[in-house]
């Protein structure tokens, strides 16, 4: 093998374990939302943001999503899956932070991880109602 050759194969190598790890290990992770502090029945009442972006500042990493913002605690969410077309199903992967004020549709948040939701009934799921 050329030395050049060699220095592309390494490259390869190196761009597939930073493809794998971050999204490797941040689905390991489960994060805990509290309900919203602001509604009435403790649900965050999400609003459709359209296309949004999540960037990892941690890894760099930025995902496209389906965002939404909470009309009563302004907190902001990314999600894998629409559930504003569909609610019943899991988020897929997820990520929020909260924010003091209503953003526009397509915004971009820096996050620390993602997270990962399977079920819209289960701890995370149902602490958000999609309107
Ligand atoms: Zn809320």
């Known amino acids: 093998m050329g030395k050049r050759l060699k220095k592309i194969a ?3 190598i190196i761009v597939v374990a930073v493809v794998l790890g971050p999204s490797h290990s941040s689905y390991a992770s489960v994060k805990y ?5 602001s509604s009435t029945d403790g649900k965050h009442h999400m609003t459709g943001r359209s296309t949004c972006w999540a960037k990892n500042i941690n890894t760099n990493e930025t995902r496209t999503g389906q965002g939404g913002q909470c009309r009563y605690c302004h907190m902001l969410i990314v999600t894998e899956n629409n559930l504003f077309l569909n609610p ?4 897929g992967w997820y990520t929020t932070r909260s924010a003091w004020a209503d953003v526009e549709n397509n915004f971009t948040m820096e996050v620390n991880s993602f997270s990962t939701n399977s079920n819209y009934l289960d701890s995370v799921g149902r602490q958000f109602a999609w309107e």
């Open 88 to 91: 019943y199903q899991g988020m």
């Open 33 to 37: 939302i509290a309900g919203c502090p």
């Open 10 to 12: 390494l490259l390869g």
